[in-house]
């Protein structure tokens, strides 16, 4: 069942070499097998995940199109590349999703992600949002990392997507950091906006604990340096 977006389509469709595109050619007619506590979970998750690939794309793609100074132009082509990756990780999320039956909560769930997302948004210059989405992005590939060591099989093709959709978000985090930092931000200002970042989102997916429990992570590792 499609859900209604969290945020409108970026009017851009690009093309990326995303092993997400890869993914949905393989899996795009496969029927996932989840027992029905796991489909009962991610029915809860992955409205958080899907609103952060929507606003991603807008973080992005806005910046593809604003007047960048002549030695940073050049990172307009991988903010294409970059709108693209997320809009394959939209496209499989949902594809996922669709499998499964919504949550009797569901409105309530992306209301609280579209309010996390939106304070990101609240930002005083361009080098801080960039900055905080590089933080924000490091801990999207923290949570892929534990949905790929959790309950489900190393080879269930959700296990298989999370490792693609991490992959990419790496590549994300290294783009967000040099262009923060080639726009100005600080450096010294990095370890504070990181705690700043973890905290919010922590606060957002506490509310869903029992739906991380049940596919086997304890949310209190993505936030911990020490685990890998």
């Known amino acids: 069942m499609p859900m209604k977006p969290c945020f409108p389509s ?29 489909k009962a979970a991610l029915s809860r998750l992955l409205p958080l995940l899907v609103c952060g690939e929507q ?25 294409e590349r970059i709108v693209a990756d997320e809009q394959y990780h939209e496209d499989a999320l949902e594809l996922v999703q669709s499998q499964l039956e919504l949550p009797e909560d569901v ?60 992959q990419d978000e790496a590549r994300h ?15 010294s200002e990095w370890k504070a906006l990181n705690t700043l970042i973890s905290e919010k989102l922590y606060k957002l997916l506490n509310s869903e604990r029992e739906a991380f429990e049940e596919l086997g992570i304890t949310i209190e590792h993505i936030f911990d340096s020490r685990e890998s």
């Open 10 to 38: 970026v009017p851009f469709e690009g093309v990326s070499e995303s092993p997400v595109k890869y993914w949905l050619h393989e899996y795009r007619d496969t029927r996932l097998d989840f027992t029905d506590s796991q």
């Open 55 to 79: 606003s991603s794309q807008w973080v992005f793609y806005n910046e593809s199109q604003r007047e960048l100074p002549e030695s940073l132009v050049s990172a307009r082509d991988d903010f």
């Open 107 to 166: 409105v309530a769930i992306k209301r609280r992600s579209q309010r996390f997302f939106a304070s990101l948004g609240s930002r005083k210059t361009f080098e801080e949002h960039f900055a905080q989405i590089a933080c924000l992005d490091a801990l999207v590939c923290k949570i892929m990392l534990y949905l790929e060591k959790g309950r489900l099989d190393p080879h269930h093709p959700f296990v298989l997507l999370c490792r693609s959709i991490k």
């Open 173 to 187: 985090v290294t783009a967000a950091r040099q262009h923060a930092l080639a726009l100005g931000y600080d450096r």
